[in-house]
């Protein structure tokens, strides 16, 4: 049946408009609402039988909470709650959205109105539609949906509040609470659905780990080097580590102590750190096998930065590029490779040299692959401690260094060390 047809059926079995029902249908159709459970959604809307055998909802403990049922009623303690706003219609829309707990178990709610709780209360949510997401249930609280104070207090095993540690934070998390340190921000301009918009983008670390920052909704208390609680943030996962996403909702408060960054990057086999997906700070050793082609003295487009070739941009075509210096080198410590990518600095390093110099040296060879050339005499073969960002996507397996150097490891340790591995 398509939409129309429904809405039809709808319309004439509830005697209302039918481009009322179609529009109210085609909103929760587009939220992955099933098109019978929005059917009996808007029926009981319009005060029909919703035609489905649940429509009297039960008291439920959340373990019992499935998505076949239509409908539940629980009483839970309100874990987290996060603010966000959604395009609804073509309107902005403020939804809330967190975790409810009891004794027996834990779920996620979506509240489409604005009810009166609190992280920490303990209510009855009467009337809660249940819905599928990601193969768990979940709660929507909408017009139909009642909350009331508990009588007593909801116990539950599960942590009660935002606040967590960097390193515990996982793609999906809302309502959270991080006390951090700014390590960078930069202003960066988006495409964004209201056209061109300002947003801050940097790292914040915690004494537990480092994780990348957006702030949609540019706050002028974050700025590099302050140290701030951040409330109400969201967590998603960017090139295969979670992003930290503070909003207009966010509060963005200076905190009276120095929050200090961790101080070594957790150490991995290359295998393993693939393995994994992505890792915003990470430390790899291995030996460095190839340099890439693409590495030296090379030109970048002046509006994109990509790596030009021939003169042409893969963007924005014919460009006048800008000389700049990049490493691409492959790591490989027996367990599995990365491309290890070195900036300007780090190159330099490497080189030995500025860009002028490596542009002198092109010139007086006539070739400028005599710069690649002389990195590779001096890096190929020896053996690399690289503490990064890595990313593995359809580009392959990238860490982006941070840190490049020889590594002194004394063989025996290392012995040692790998014989644990080994052992683990
Ligand atoms: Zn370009």
């Given amino acids: 049946m398509q939409l129309d047809d429904h809405a039809e059926e709808l319309a004439s079995d509830l005697g209302v408009d039918k481009a009322e029902v179609k529009a109210d249908l085609e909103s929760l159709l587009e939220y992955n609402v099933p098109v019978e459970e929005a059917k009996a959604s808007i029926r009981r809307n319009h005060g029909g039988d919703s035609g489905s055998s649940s429509s009297a909802p039960t008291a439920k403990s959340l373990a019992d909470v499935s998505p076949d049922d239509g409908s539940v009623t629980a009483t839970v303690r309100v874990l987290t709650k996060g603010t966000r706003s959604i395009r609804y219609q073509g309107e902005d829309q403020v939804i809330r959205e967190g975790e409810f707990a009891d004794e027996t178990g834990i779920i996620s709610y979506t509240a489409w109105e604005e009810f009166d709780f609190e992280p920490g209360d303990s209510v009855t949510v009467g009337n809660a539609n249940v819905r599928e997401w990601e193969g768990r249930?979940?709660?929507?609280?909408?017009?139909?949906?009642?909350?009331?104070?508990?009588?007593?207090?909801v116990e539950t095993p599960y942590e009660v509040?935002?606040?967590?540690?960097?390193?515990?934070?996982?793609?999906?998390?809302?309502?959270?609470?991080?006390?951090?340190?700014?390590?960078?921000?930069?202003?960066?301009?988006?495409?964004?659905?209201?056209?061109?918009?300002?947003?801050?983008?940097?790292?914040?670390a915690d004494e537990t780990a480092r994780l990348p920052l957006t702030d949609w909704d540019p706050h002028p208390e974050l700025e590099a080097g302050a140290s701030v609680r951040l409330e109400d943030v969201y967590v998603r996962e960017y090139r295969g580590v979670p992003q930290v996403n503070v909003t207009e909702f966010s509060?963005?408060?200076?905190?009276?102590?120095?929050?200090?960054?961790?101080?070594?990057?957790?150490?991995?086999?290359?295998?393993?750190?693939?393995?994994?997906?992505?890792?915003?700070?990470?430390?790899?050793?291995?030996?460095?096998?190839?340099?890439?082609?693409?590495?030296?003295l090379i030109e970048r487009c002046p509006d994109c930065g990509r790596v030009v070739q021939n003169g042409q941009c893969r963007a924005h075509g014919d460009v006048d590029g800008e000389d700049d210096l990049r490493v691409k080198a492959i790591l490989d410590d027996g367990t599995g490779t990365v491309t290890t990518v070195l900036d300007t600095d780090l190159t330099s390093e490497v080189y030995g040299g500025d860009i002028e110099d490596a542009k002198e040296e092109a010139r007086d060879a006539m070739d400028k692959e005599v710069v690649a050339d002389a990195i590779r005499e001096r890096i190929v073969g020896r053996e690399f401690r690289v503490r990064g960002s890595l990313s593995v996507d359809e580009y392959g397996a990238n860490l982006d260094a941070e840190t490049f150097e020889e590594s002194g490891d004394d063989p025996a340790d290392r012995a040692s060390e790998l014989l644990a591995g080994v052992a683990r």
């Fill in 251 to 296: 509060t963005v408060r200076p905190l009276d102590r120095e929050v200090s960054d961790p101080e070594t990057a957790p150490r991995m086999r290359v295998g393993e750190a693939v393995d994994t997906g992505g890792l915003f700070d990470v430390e790899l050793v291995g030996n460095v096998i190839e340099v890439r082609d693409g590495s030296g």
């Fill in 161 to 204: 509040g935002g606040d967590r540690d960097l390193i515990d934070l996982e793609p999906g998390d809302r309502g959270r609470a991080v006390e951090v340190r700014v390590q960078e921000l930069d202003d960066r301009t988006i495409d964004g659905r209201d056209g061109e918009t300002e947003i801050l983008s940097g790292v914040v």
């Fill in 137 to 153: 249930p979940e709660l929507n609280l909408g017009t139909n949906t009642t909350v009331a104070a508990a009588t007593e207090t």
